[in-house]
């Protein structure tokens, strides 16, 4: 079964610094999906970033952007230029690239979670 | 742009009630999931329906029950509601090109069982 792993439960950075939220999983697949959500305290769940498994270019929006390490199975996500508004509580996951097609789940499997603070 | 709609957005019962959480995915979308989001704790995969029939299923108890509607919406049935239900339920959508593999969500029911 895949896991995800979050090692940060909690952390800080000054506004318009730059902070970088670890993330690792486990899975013997070969294609996948992995995807930074972030839930600000109205718990709405937005998708940040998302990275095919097979692209070993990593992913960029804006000022986010993830350092994907595909045989250490690590994720990370960097955002620069912290903003106040990016004070929320930030889910690494993952995701079958199989799905449906080869009969298997697709189900999204979360981290437990690191909560990002933002210092005015 | 259209996003997934959820109704009610809250929701405040009583132990041993019925409770009925309704999801309207993105047009065109054909694929529904269900999410239970617990106090503190991240996301936990409930059931999906791919037209309308159920495609894969998680830790989802038996007093729960869900479907898929000719126009793609889906119900989740919780009965005999306990104090451990009360929970954010996200229902996502996506669509199944290549697998589908961005999944949409709402904006969640927050039920509350008293």
């Known amino acids: 079964a895949q896991t995800v792993t979050q090692s940060q439960p909690e952390m800080s950075v000054q506004e318009a610094e730059t902070v970088t939220l670890s993330c690792t999983y486990d899975?013997?697949?070969?294609?996948?999906?992995l995807f930074w959500y972030k839930q600000p305290p109205s718990r709405q769940m937005i998708l940040v970033i998302r990275q095919e498994a097979y692209k070993q270019q990593n992913a960029t929006e804006n000022r986010f952007s993830v350092n994907f390490q595909k045989a250490a199975k690590s994720f990370s996500l960097k955002i620069s230029d912290s903003q106040l508004g990016d004070a929320a509580m930030y889910f690494c996951a993952y995701r079958s690239a199989y799905g449906r097609q080869r009969n298997r789940d697709d189900k999204i499997i979360f981290g437990k979670g690191t909560r990002l603070h933002i210092l005015p | 742009a259209a996003g997934v709609i959820q109704s009610p957005r809250h929701l405040i019962k009583e132990k041993r009630e019925t409770a009925t959480l309704k999801c309207y995915p993105i047009p065109r979308h054909d694929t529904v999931y269900w999410y239970q989001q617990g106090p503190g704790q991240d996301p936990q995969f409930l059931i999906s329906f791919y037209e309308k029939m159920q495609s894969d299923k998680g830790s989802i108890p038996d007093r729960f029950s869900a479907q898929q509607f000719s126009d793609y919406h889906s119900e989740l049935n919780m009965s005999s509601l306990e104090l451990g239900d009360s929970a954010l339920y996200f229902c996502?959508?996506?669509?199944?090109?290549?697998?589908?593999?961005?999944?949409?969500f709402g904006p969640g029911t927050r039920l509350l069982v008293l």
């Open positions: 899975t013997s697949e070969s294609d996948y999906y």
């Open positions: 996502a959508s996506s669509l199944s090109d290549r697998g589908g593999e961005t999944q949409y």
